[in-house]
């Protein structure tokens, strides 16, 4: 994700250019802003959540300085997400193999001894 990602509604005339709300999230609390900066988290390519900041709680207007500030912190949590997605990518793995080196190791013997009595009764 690069700086300038961000969808911003930083005043009216951004406001007035939004395509209008589905009337069923218009009442909705969290969606009641005038001010906004939206912030996409990105993994391999994909959308995988966004961060949102407003000016709900004191009105003030949002600084292209504090949506830059968000859009680094955005960064960050998105590379820790990616990480843990990835760890967790990489523990599954590990348990996917141990399980099918344990499946290959009980197996063997049963594989290697009906080779075994197979090639016997051929040779008779």
């Known amino acids: 994700m690069g700086i300038g990602e961000a969808s911003l509604a ?6 007035a250019a ?7 999230l218009r009442d909705h609390p969290l969606l009641r ?3 906004f900066a939206a ?14 900041g407003d ?9 292209r300085r504090g949506v830059a ?5 955005c960064q960050q949590l998105q590379n820790l997400i990616s990480t843990a997605r990835l760890w ?10 141990t399980l099918l080196v344990e ?12 080779r075994c009595s197979t090639s016997s009764r051929r040779a008779r």
Do not use: M, Y
């Open 10 to 15: 930083l005043s009216d005339a951004d406001v």
């Open 18 to 24: 939004l395509p209008p709300l589905d009337p069923a």
């Open 33 to 35: 802003v005038s001010r």
């Open 39 to 52: 912030v996409p988290l990105r993994f391999q390519e994909r959308t995988i959540g966004v961060v949102l």
């Open 55 to 63: 000016n709900k709680r004191h009105r003030r207007s949002i600084s």
């Open 69 to 73: 500030q968000l859009e680094i912190f």
């Open 88 to 97: 967790a990518e990489t523990q599954q793995r590990e348990r996917d193999a």
């Open 103 to 114: 499946v290959t190791r009980r197996l063997c013997p049963l594989l290697t001894s009906s």
